[in-house]
Each structure stands twice: as structure tokens, then as C-alpha cells.
């Protein structure tokens, strides 16, 4: 059992005294960095302090003070507290503040979010096109100033629900034709919609180089996959650049689920958001939920009651084990061997969610956590059916899927030595969950900076080496032994006692400040970002979803490998466009 | 020797392809029905089954745990829908994640002042997330999770008070557990007001 990781703070401001300074705010914590100097702390931030991982890159748009927020979180991969820092830029276009990927390349496509949803232009950031929202979109939604086309009220429980509630349509409120806003002076007849030049371009740009170096002259085939390609997991688009069969330049297309998740949560109270984290990554709702309530007790400072932790990590480990079967399942499939092995992962799969929904009420949109504990305690039939799986069942049946499909010639020759990202890079870029371990970095945050009841188990982290698609898929055999160690532990050490520690109330207080809680999902750090100004609803919600800024290595694994890989490769990063999209 | 995994994987299916048919034996054997039949449906779940595992809907179908939510519905007491649990309060439209709760409290025409009662109550299932949370913060448990997921129409579903008024009796045949302890929870508050009444009439007598 690891010690508690050490609260020790890093003095930045006696180390760079003229443009750092705390963040002296009520209940909020770090460093405020002139935008100037951004680079310079950031670099040395990494090289001299060991922050070498990126967690997150946000905004937040404080309105009254007419100022826009970049906020920083940055981690040790060898564990231990993170650090937060913050610039500051006027509220006025062009809001300018130097990109930092160069520093951490994992920069990349957080940076793009912030400025599709915010505004905030990156300067030296090579490639800021919009991410989310496509080319041509006006406005920035997550700004405070912008309303939604259906827009009733700034915040919810809107006023028109009760005590008059006569139920209307949303649409006879607010008519197609009004609730569009249209640039000045625009034109229907002149409208040209966007093109997808800038795209194209941005692949061409990094293809440049690796152009005839047999003296052929031969031509370079652009490639779209998808948002209809059964292999891309959902509506995700893939422009590749092809030489032959080989991949020279690639990039993801996403926002075609996109729903502004953190411009809902900003009109939503505390409580309403929980079922709407349910809906990011939808194969863990109960991971999702743990993260969004240990963020938001951090910020109440509230405690959790003892027997709902337990519960909370028994099924946090079901969901793992159930997430990391789907992706050996679909993994197979999207290889070609069709239905089998997915369905003989779905049938232990469908048990567990059976544990789920006679916990919780549902088998995938849970909504089973409360701020300070659980909604109810597992019922006793329940509670046996986990003990006969976890003792039972799931260890007999991983060793079945593992003689079923271990060796398998097909399997093996598809997925050995494909696709190597080496340790260095998956940092660089931020990469987290199983796809940095199966490189060789044993991070994992269930250990490395232990929240809920974590530190008290025995357990191992899963860790490989080779980096390539065989130990990928490995580590998540590694991953649900290790998740079914703890689920014994977790079993026999539960205690009786009150599920939650407080009352059951439909609307919460929560103190000004800042809270950023991550845990560790089956797909890697995911974490939330919460801002409170005292008021109901949170000021700023932003969520730091594992799949999306995995992809942003994607290109790097890609290149010089054949298409036919990237399939394999998409299988295996584990994404879940719910949670990418947002 | 090459393709010793594939044969060790196909020997993985062949053992689960005559399961299927040893638990069809072995069922036929004791004189029990394995399928379209509670039993047979419950030993597919659980954690002892084996080979297939389909329930065949819609003539199978699940077992529905007590804790399953579809969407809510109105509880009254009594025959008739007029002992309405509701009392407009107004506590599931503030907590409704997407609003789709609409209700119109009744005023007393003579006073203004506002009766204890619903005079009409809307939720749009269409939009309705499934959340529970009506049902979890209602304090005169007058509001509940269904279990009836067969709602898909041609039209829109927005219920009206007639539509989500379903009797007490039906609440205690879906969800029996929670039923009898919010009883038992009811007449233990009634039976400590009783005697909090008692005792404070017996002094003054």
C-alpha cells in the first residue's frame, strides 16, 4: 500500500517573481502567469518541476470581469498532487494567449476546444480550426454573453414549469424562423457554405515531406472514413492521406454528436447534472458519476459515508470489467472475426449490467451517485449475485476468453508489434488509461493519487512494456484480474452503516471556488472541472474526457502504418464518441 | 505448431456449443421447461448459465428487478382518481434534469390562496430522461418509476393527469418492498402523532 501522496506546493512565484502570482481568490488554488512569460513557466514547469503530464486545458469566460481564463492542470506521471495555472487575458477580440504545444503536444486538441467554444485564440498553434462545432458556426457557445437557439432561461428550474405549468412545445415558444441568429448583413442568396479546404490543407501541410522519395511522383489518395464507417465505434471521420496503402498524414473529424454537454451543465443545478454525465462515456455511467460527485464533494468539502464508498468502488471495478470486455469483444470484431467473441463477452457483460439495474434502476444510464454517497444501498439479491460473479464466475470465464483467444494465430499476427507508441510519446500527448500503461508507464490514478478508498487495497498496476496493439489488449486482460482483486477486498471489507452522509436534498449548496477531480475511467483519467460562485448552478463545468484527448495522439501512432490498421488501432484507443463529442 | 490457438479457440466454442444442449438434456431429464417459462428465464441470468443465454422477447422476457425505471407516474390512493397523493408542491418540475415536468396548481376560486392538489400536471415522456429523481425527492411519495416500457406511439407522448394516474394497489404489485416500508414509515409517523396527541391531552385532562 502506497503512503498517501505529499500535499507539498511548489513555490513558482519566489521562482519567477515578476509575472507569477497565487491565485488569492476565495476558494480558489495555483498560479496566475502573464500571458507573456506563458511558455517560459510552462517549459520550466516541465523540465525543472516534472510536470510531464497535461491533464487538461480550459477556459472560463468571467464576464463581469471582463476577463477570459485559460486554466491550466498539469500532473507527475510518477504520481502526487497536480498543480493548476491560470492567464488572464482582456475580454475582447482577439483574445490572444500563446499556445502550449509545443511544451505538450497534448495541447493539441484541448486548445482547439477552447477556441471553438470560447474563443481564445491560440497564437502558434499550427492547426486552430474549430473541433467540435463545424467551419462556419457563429459565435462561441461557452461564452457567458451567447444563448442557445432554443434558450428559455439563463439557469434551470425554469420559472414557466410551476406554479402555471401549461405544457407547450418548445418549438411553438420559439418559431425555426427566430431562433436562428444570422450574421449582419447576411444574404441567403449569396451564401456559400463552408468547404472543408482548411482540412485538406492542415493534412497536406504535414505530408509535405514525405512526398516522392522514390522519384515516382506518385499521386497521394485523400481518404474519408467514416462518420458512416461501422469501425470508427460512432460518428467519428477520419481524413487520411494515403501513399498506397500507407498512411502519410491523418486527422479525426468529431462534433457530429455534439451537444455542448458544458453549456447544459452550466444551465443545470448540481443535482441535474448527474444523469447527464450518464450520457458521456455510456458503457461507465458509474465511472462518470464518480467522478463528477468526488469533483463536486471536493469543492462542498462534504465527506462520503463509509459503506458508499465501498459500494461506490465495487461498482466503479463491475463497470471496468465490463468495459474492458466490450473493448476484447469489439476489438475481435472490428478484426473481422464477427459476433463470436463479442457475444461471449456481452453474456458476462449483461450480468453485470443486471447487478446495475437492480441496484441503480438501469442498465446503463445509472445515475446512482449522490453528493456525499449512493442513491440506495445493493439489495441483499443483488449483493449475492456480485459475490457469485466476482468469486465465481468472472475469474473462470476471463481465463476461458483468454484461452479462446490468446494464441489465436489470426489475432496475434494482427495485432504484434502494429502501431508501437513508445512511453515518451503517450505522455507528450497526454494519453492516459490503459493505452500509457500498455507503453510502459505505470500510471494509474487509483494508485498514483489515490481518491475515494483506493488506498486500501492490495493490488497491482497493470503495466506492459512493447507499447504495441498485442499488449494493448493484453493489459485489459491484466486490468480485470487486478479490478476482480479488489472487488474481493472491496466485498469483504464493506461495513454496515448509512449510505450516505447527507440528507437527501434536491438542491445543494456549494461554497465559491474551483474543484478539478479526476478518476480513473476504464479509458483513462477522466476528470471535471467545476467552478461555483455560491449560486445554484455552477459557473463553469467543464469535462476532460479520456477519449477525446487520447485521439490527439492518433496521427502519431498512424503514420507510416497501413489503413487497414487504423482500423484495429481505433478498436483498441477504446473511444466512445458520447464522451468524445460531448 | 502453428495454429494450435485457433484449434484451442475452436475447442472454446465447441464446449460452449454443447452446453447449450447438455442443459437442454439435463432440464428435460428433471421434467423442467428451459424455455418461455419464469424458471427457465431466471436460470439464463443467473450466474449459472451456460451455453445459450437469449431470451427470446417479446414471448420471454427479463425479469424486471423492483429498482427498474421507465418513466413516472401519479399515485392515488382509493378507487377513483380523486385522492390525488399530489399536492402540486412542485418539487419534482424544480429537480427534473430536463424540465419536462409541467404542473398548474390549483387556487382556491373563493380565497386565491393555493389548494394542496394538481389542477393539471403534464410530463412530456418524449422528453423525459428516465433519471428517477421525480420520484427520488417527492417527499408524499405521490410520484413513482414505472415499470411499463412498452410507450412507444405514432403520435407525441405528453401525458396529462388522467394518463399518469395509476392506483396505489398497482405501485404495491410493482415495487412491493418499497411500498411496504413506505407504509410502515407512514403509520409509524401517524402512530408517534397519536401518541404525541395522547400525551399532550392527558396532562390537560
Redo the contacts between chains.
Keep these: 500500500m502506497t503512503a498517501p501522496a505529499s500535499t507539498t506546493t511548489i513555490d513558482l512565484v519566489s521562482r519567477f517573481p515578476e509575472f507569477v502570482t497565487a491565485d488569492t481568490r476565495p476558494g480558489f488554488s495555483g498560479f496566475i502567469v502573464k500571458k507573456e512569460n506563458l511558455v517560459e513557466v510552462a517549459t520550466a514547469l516541465r523540465d525543472e518541476f516534472n510536470f510531464d503530464l497535461l491533464s487538461s486545458v480550459t477556459g472560463v469566460d468571467y464576464i463581469a470581469d471582463n476577463k477570459m481564463e485559460v486554466v491550466y492542470h498539469l500532473h507527475r506521471t510518477t504520481g502526487g498532487p497536480g498543480i493548476v495555472f491560470k492567464t488572464q487575458v482582456d475580454r475582447v477580440d482577439p483574445m490572444e494567449v500563446p499556445s502550449l504545444i509545443d511544451v505538450w503536444a497534448g495541447a493539441d486538441f484541448q486548445e482547439r476546444e477552447a477556441w471553438d467554444l470560447l474563443g481564445i485564440k491560440f497564437t502558434g498553434h499550427p492547426d486552430l480550426r474549430r473541433i467540435l462545432l463545424w467551419e462556419g458556426y457563429e459565435g462561441h457557445p461557452l461564452r457567458k454573453d451567447y444563448q442557445e437557439a432554443f434558450f428559455e432561461e439563463e439557469t434551470k428550474p425554469f420559472k414557466s414549469r410551476w406554479p402555471e405549468g401549461h405544457h407547450t412545445y418548445a418549438e411553438f415558444k420559439n418559431p425555426f424562423r427566430d431562433n436562428i441568429k444570422l450574421p449582419e448583413n447576411f444574404k441567403l442568396d449569396n451564401y456559400q457554405p463552408e468547404n472543408e479546404d482548411q482540412l485538406y490543407f492542415s493534412l497536406e501541410k504535414s505530408s509535405m515531406k514525405h512526398t516522392s522519395e522514390n522519384q515516382m511522383g506518385t499521386d497521394h489518395m485523400v481518404v474519408n472514413m467514416g462518420p458512416h464507417h461501422p469501425s470508427t465505434h460512432g460518428v467519428l471521420r477520419v481524413a487520411v492521406e494515403l501513399n498506397g496503402e500507407t498512411i502519410t498524414s491523418l486527422k479525426p473529424v468529431m462534433g457530429y454528436l455534439h451537444r455542448n454537454h458544458d453549456k447544459i451543465g452550466e444551465r443545470n443545478t448540481y443535482l441535474q447534472i448527474m444523469p447527464f454525465t450518464d450520457r458521456l462515456d455510456y458503457f461507465n455511467s458509474m465511472a462518470n458519476n464518480f467522478g463528477y460527485a468526488v469533483t463536486v464533494e471536493k469543492l462542498m468539502n462534504i465527506p462520503v459515508a463509509e459503506r458508499a464508498e465501498y459500494i461506490r468502488v465495487i461498482m466503479a471495478e463491475l463497470s471496468r470489467i465490463q468495459n474492458h470486455l466490450i473493448f476484447i469483444g469489439m476489438l475481435i470484431n472490428d478484426l473481422g472475426s464477427m459476433y463470436t467473441p463479442s457475444l461471449y463477452a456481452f453474456e458476462e457483460r449483461e450480468l453485470i449490467l443486471d447487478i446495475f439495474e437492480a441496484v441503480s434502476g438501469a442498465r446503463m444510464m445509472c445515475n446512482y451517485f449522490r453528493f456525499g454517497g449512493v442513491v440506495r444501498d445493493i439489495p441483499a439479491d443483488a449483493m449475492q449475485k456480485i459475490k457469485d460473479l466476482v468469486h465465481d464466475r468472472l475469474p473462470a470465464k476471463t481465463d476461458e476468453m483468454e484461452r479462446f483467444l490468446n494464441e489465436n494465430e489470426v489475432l496475434v499476427g494482427r495485432l504484434k508489434g502494429v502501431h508501437v507508441l513508445n512511453a515518451e510519446e503517450a505522455i507528450r500527448n497526454s494519453v492516459t488509461g490503459p493505452v500509457l500503461r500498455a507503453a510502459g508507464v505505470p500510471y494509474d490514478l487509483r494508485r498514483a493519487d489515490p481518491y475515494s478508498v483506493y488506498d486500501r487495497f492490495d493490488f497491482d498496476v497493470a503495466v506492459r512494456y512493447n507499447g504495441d496493439m498485442y499488449d494493448n489488449y493484453l493489459i485489459r486482460f491484466d486490468e480485470i484480474r487486478q479490478s476482480l482483486r479488489i472487488l474481493e477486498q472491496a466485498l469483504k471489507q464493506i461495513p454496515e452503516g448509512p449510505i450516505n452522509s447527507q440528507k437527501p436534498q434536491y438542491q445543494v449548496r456549494v461554497p465559491a471556488g474551483e474543484a478539478y477531480g479526476r478518476v480513473e475511467s476504464p479509458k483513462g483519467e477522466l476528470a471535471f472541472y467545476v467552478v461555483s460562485n455560491g449560486k445554484p448552478n455552477p459557473y463553469r463545468y467543464h469535462v476532460r474526457a479520456p477519449s477525446f484527448v487520447n485521439l490527439t495522439a492518433v496521427e502519431t501512432m498512424c503514420k507510416g502504418t497501413k489503413i487497414a490498421d487504423f482500423v484495429a488501432l481505433l478498436a483498441m484507443l477504446d473511444i466512445v464518441m458520447g464522451e468524445v463529442d460531448r | 505448431m502453428?495454429?494450435?490457438?485457433?484449434l484451442?479457440?475452436l475447442g472454446?466454442?465447441l464446449k460452449?456449443f454443447a452446453d447449450t444442449y447438455l442443459d437442454d438434456i439435463s432440464w428435460w431429464m428433471q421434467g423442467k421447461k428451459r424455455y418461455f417459462t419464469t424458471e427457465g428465464v431466471a436460470h439464463r441470468?443467473?450466474?449459472n448459465?451456460r451455453g445459450i443465454?437469449t431470451v427470446q422477447y417479446p414471448e420471454e422476457q427479463l425479469i424486471?428487478?423492483?429498482?427498474?425505471?421507465f418513466v413516472p407516474f401519479l399515485v392515488h390512493d382509493g378507487d377513483d382518481k380523486k385522492d390525488v397523493r399530489c399536492t402540486?408542491c412542485?418539487?419534482c418540475?424544480?429537480?427534473?434534469?430536463p424540465?419536462c415536468?409541467?404542473?398548474?396548481?390549483t387556487n382556491d376560486p373563493n380565497t386565491g390562496k393555493?389548494v394542496p392538489q394538481p389542477a393539471?400536471f403534464?410530463i412530456?415522456m418524449d422528453v423525459c430522461?428516465?433519471?428517477?429523481?421525480c420520484a427520488?425527492?417527492c417527499p408524499f411519495d405521490a410520484i413513482k418509476?414505472d415499470h411499463d416500457f412498452a410507450i412507444a406511439s405514432y403520435g407525441?407522448n405528453?401525458y396529462n393527469l388522467d394518463k399518469l394516474l395509476k392506483p396505489a394497489s398497482y405501485y404495491a404489485e410493482i415495487r412491493p418492498l418499497n411500498y411496504q416500508k413506505e407504509e410502515d414509515a407512514r403509520k409509524a409517523k401517524e402512530a408517534a402523532k397519536a401518541a404525541k396527541a395522547n400525551a399532550a391531552a392527558t396532562p390537560a385532562a
Excluded: H
Design positions: 502453428y495454429g494450435k490457438g485457433i484451442k479457440g472454446v466454442t460452449r441470468s443467473s450466474k448459465t443465454f424486471q428487478p423492483e429498482e427498474f425505471r402540486s412542485g418539487i418540475a424544480k429537480v427534473c434534469p424540465q415536468i409541467w404542473i398548474v396548481r393555493p393539471e403534464y412530456d430522461m428516465n433519471c428517477g429523481f427520488e425527492y418509476m407525441r405528453v
